[in-house]
């Protein structure tokens, strides 16, 4: 039998994953917040659903790609959520990045209704989204992985089962704060380049060869090469605010997740202040 597919928030990450199990010839039944996304995809084939409770009583496993912990729950719950209409034996995938114990919490609600849960949080961008290229870290029973599987392999490159129901999410926090944190050393690194009068090129060389420099930060890199009057206009510091947003976000869950654990990540709680600079954001003062 072919595999019914739902899947919830067709944002920057979302559309292209939904895009792909649409293309894979998968019966996939869509849901947004914002209509305009829905209609593309309705137009590529995909079907639409009218809440969360339609969209779970049509398919077989469903991606939850949403903002954050509130808006997750807000789709899980309710006489209209998810768990109202899910059937028996269908499984809900979790990509969105949100504390692991709201990943439990979800888990164990959906558990009493005999609905499977697994944390599919997702790594490298709307680009690898549109390519098929991301990794998927999968916390939950494999069963319940392998019953998602054919979806998540429309849009995969790697599948790691990373452990138990919320280690995916653990995963995806720790891998963030990786990224940004690098984003942050490459930022300044070559802020001091410049102000020093040295050769940026020189500097990619070298830190390229040693393998400081890596691809993803190159690429973030050549936003703050772009000319002023491109960082500066409305439409690019519209995407940059955006941008930053998100990352100040993720670290703002990151640090929650790291106090229930004990941590103290001082690194964390710097650069989560300092996102929107890195990410070349201009203030009310245009600084």
Known sequence: MTLRVGFIGLGN???PMARRLVAAGLETIVLDAVQAPVDELVREGAK??????DLAERVDVIGVCVRDDADVRAVIGGDDGLLAGAARGSVI?????ILPSTVRE??????ERGIGVLDACVTGGAAAAAAGK?????GGDL??????????????????????LGSGAATKLCNNLMTYLAWLSAFESFKLARAAGLSQEKLEEVTRSNGNLTDPMLAFLALHKAPAETRKSSGVQATLRSFATLAEKDLAVTLAFAR???VALPGTGLVSQLM???YAVEDAAGG
């Open 276 to 278: 929107a600079s890195v």
């Open 48 to 53: 639409p659903a009218r809440s969360p409770r």
């Open 143 to 164: 069963a319940h992985l392998e019953r998602c599987r054919p979806a998540f392999e429309t849009s995969a490159a790697k599948i790691v089962h990373t452990g138990p």
């Open 13 to 15: 990450i979302g559309k």
């Open 260 to 262: 229930e654990c004990g």
């Open 93 to 97: 995938a979790l990509h969105s990045t």
């Open 106 to 111: 979800v888990g164990a609600a959906a558990a």
């Open 134 to 138: 991301l990794t998927y870290m999968v």
